[in-house]
């Protein structure tokens, strides 16, 4: 609730100060040089995408590398028991600063991402909705996992597609049923609900042989 209240006064504060923002008619034209002076950006988007798969591997290379890493386990003690890392000395402000600092890294490579492909930056990048969205991604795909949220993106953009096709209006409806199945009889996400699948096949397997 903290993050969405903080998100609604930036964002305010971002339609206030037009000078800085461009207000609700946002950033347009914005121009970028060719990627290593190669590839153009084009309208198709080709560049675009190619160029937001390389850093989304590359995130994940360094996430990966963060999660294996003692810090990366000090981290899930922290998730599963603040107190107890205290107790047993773990500096838990400092790595928790840490975290946050490589989370908001994350987050802005993400934003530069938006702009270069989109050539425009609006009002809407410091919405709510964008927060929400983000939430409901991590939510589909599986809390606290680090692929989660690359599966719960796939997902939620599949289905919101289908939906508005379905009905452009009213298409969070399918969004928020999904997201009440998954809370309801999957705790772990997608991949939690698919863990325990291939957990019961493989038990059934065993059994037959």
């Known amino acids: 609730m903290v993050t969405l209240g903080v998100a609604s006064v930036i964002s305010e504060a971002a339609n206030k100060l037009s000078w800085l923002t461009g207000g609700n008619d946002g950033l347009p034209g914005l121009t970028f040089d060719p990627v290593f002076e190669i590839f153009p950006w084009s309208i198709d988007g080709r560049t675009a995408y190619l160029y937001a798969l390389a850093w989304l591997i590359l995130v994940l290379i360094v996430a990966r590398t963060v999660v294996s890493s003692s810090f990366g386990v000090a981290l899930q003690g922290i998730r599963q028991n603040e107190l107890r890392m205290r107790l047993i000395g773990a500096p838990v402000l400092g ?115």
């Open 95 to 209: 790595q928790l600063v840490v975290a946050y600092a490589l989370s908001a890294g994350i987050a802005g490579v993400a934003g530069a991402l938006y702009a270069q492909s989109n050539g425009f930056v609006g009002l809407e990048a410091l919405s709510v909705d964008q927060g929400v969205f983000g939430l409901a991604m991590i939510v589909l795909g599986g809390i606290g996992r680090l692929y989660g949220a690359i599966v719960g993106a796939a997902v939620y953009m599949v289905v919101q597609y289908a939906a508005q096709q379905w009905d452009p209006y009213y298409w969070m409806l399918a969004i928020g049923i999904m997201l009440v199945l998954v809370v309801r009889f999957s705790r772990g996400g997608i991949l939690g609900a698919l863990d325990v699948v291939w957990a019961e096949l493989t038990r059934r397997l065993e059994a037959h042989r």
